[in-house]
């Protein structure tokens, strides 16, 4: 808490590397780490899994000291800023597709819910709700009845969820599964956000032989361990 609120103080500083930037003989640039900043770095440590957590946990405690470099790194990651200073143009793609693929909240329905997520998390409880607030003012909307169904005779389908992806929650893939009437839903007792091709042999034995001949285990739950 106190390293964020020295984010949104503005007084954490954080070093980019030449690398970042078009001129390779530039000096590191040193930026102010915004709130924005802050959170999108928390953001895509998680992403790392276990993994994540020790990097992280530097990250946040340099932060706290008033070095955001780590942090600054990892927000340069999430939004996918490359080596000439540019950024991929993922996100925004994300966004269009977001925002025509989800019947939107009201305006009203948005506060709500905003309000509700920030007494569930104070610090981060409303990021989540960044995208449909951004959908708001995009000039293309899905319409009203975008329910989205499958025949039986859908083609099996692989589905892999971890049991404690930060990013995407397992209920999500559970919801997948259940739309996709001919699926295969992967339990995997990780907190990666991808476990395809992660080193899990109980994963990728069964994944690689869906992608070479799409045959997949009787059935409709497996569950694959750590």
């Known amino acids: 808490d106190a390293a964020r609120a020295r984010s949104e103080a503005g007084t954490i500083t954080a070093t980019r590397s030449s690398s970042g930037t078009r001129d390779r ?21 998680l992403y790392y899994g276990d993994a994540g957590y020790s990097l992280l946990e530097r990250a946040i405690a340099d932060a706290a000291e008033g070095d955001g470099s780590n942090l600054l790194l990892l927000a340069d990651e999430y939004n996918q800023r490359q080596a000439d200073g540019t950024y991929s143009p993922e996100l925004q793609a994300f966004q269009a597709i977001y925002c025509v693929d989800h019947v939107l909240p009201t305006a009203g329905e ?17 990021s989540g709700l960044l995208i449909p607030y951004w959908c708001s003012s995009w000039p293309v909307h899905a319409p009203k009845s975008a329910a989205i169904s499958f025949p039986k005779s859908f083609q099996r389908t692989l589905v892999i969820a971890a049991s404690a992806d930060p990013a995407t929650p397992l209920t999500e893939g559970k919801g997948l599964a259940k739309l ?12 990666e956000h991808t476990n395809a091709f992660s080193g899990n042999s109980c994963v990728d034995r069964v994944w690689v032989r869906y992608l070479i001949s799409q045959k997949l285990p009787a059935g409709r739950q497996m569950a694959c361990g750590a």
């Not at 506060?111 to 104070?122: C, D, G, L, T, V």
Request: net charge negative; charged share 15%.
């Open 25 to 45: 003989n530039a000096a590191p640039a040193s930026v102010i780490l915004t709130a924005g900043m802050f959170d999108t770095g928390i953001a895509e440590a």
């Open 110 to 126: 948005w506060q709500n819910a905003f309000e509700e997520s920030k007494k569930s998390s104070p610090d981060f409880g409303g």
């Open 180 to 191: 996709l009437p001919n699926s295969l839903l992967m339990t995997v007792d990780s907190a």
